[in-house]
């Protein structure tokens, strides 16, 4: 069975330096924004739609708490019309989900993000990551690689966070802070990356080995 690791990671965790590193040590994909794509084209939706949905998503997931479903921005038309009383909000969702099994089934890969743990919560062998810290320590590390002002950092921290939290809020109504989402959950604030690498590759393996009986 294909390995698979999934990555929940608050915003200067880390999630995009320690992903590919995890998928090259265990010699599988790193899927992040080839998500899109993959979205698009099972849905036959123009690219650069499904791209403008999965940017700017989160914001509107904001705006539709505070009761502005106006604001949702359309992903475009499907080859089927969706059921009755599906918006284009669950054929994104419904779509992504699509394309998280079909790769945890075929290839396996680290997949970052889109609530994947949520998703494939149920898979046999697939370890589920939360990579956090405290907000003080992802800004630090997060300015470091950064060149724009502090005062701009911290807004995108901020807002990222928010959005990414009320993303699976809103879709699956779950914390994405709650540690039973996770098989490991490591602070890579207070760990060497490297550190936080090995940890996940030596779980993923462990994970997917067969019991002893």
């Known amino acids: 069975m294909p390995k698979v690791v999934t990555i929940s990671a608050s915003f200067g965790a880390g999630g995009s330096l320690v992903g590919p590193a995890v998928a090259e040590r265990l010699g599988i994909p790193f899927v992040d924004r080839a998500i899109p794509a993959a979205v698009a084209d099972s849905l036959a939706v123009p690219l650069d739609r499904a791209l403008a949905h999965d940017q700017q998503l989160p914001s509107a997931i904001i705006r539709i708490l505070s009761k502005m479903a106006s604001a949702v921005i359309p992903l475009g038309v499907a080859p089927m019309s969706p059921p009755e009383g599906t918006d284009q909000e669950d054929v994104f969702r419904s779509g992504t989900e699509r394309v998280l099994r079909d790769i945890a089934d075929r290839t396996g890969g680290v997949l970052l993000g889109r609530a994947a743990a949520i998703v494939l919560a149920s898979h046999p062998s697939a370890l589920h990551v939360r990579l956090d810290g405290p ?24 807002e990222t966070d928010r959005a990414r939290i009320a993303y699976v809020k809103h879709f699956y109504n779950r914390d994405p802070h709650d540690c039973r989402l996770y ?19 030596t779980a993923a393996l462990a994970r997917g080995a067969t019991p002893k009986t």
């Open 183 to 201: 098989h490991l959950v490591l602070d890579s604030t207070a760990l060497p990356i490297d550190v936080c690498v090995d940890l996940i590759v």
């Open 135 to 158: 907000k003080a320590a992802r800004l630090e590390r997060a300015t470091a690689r950064d060149e724009r002002p502090v005062a701009e950092v911290t807004r995108i921290l901020e």
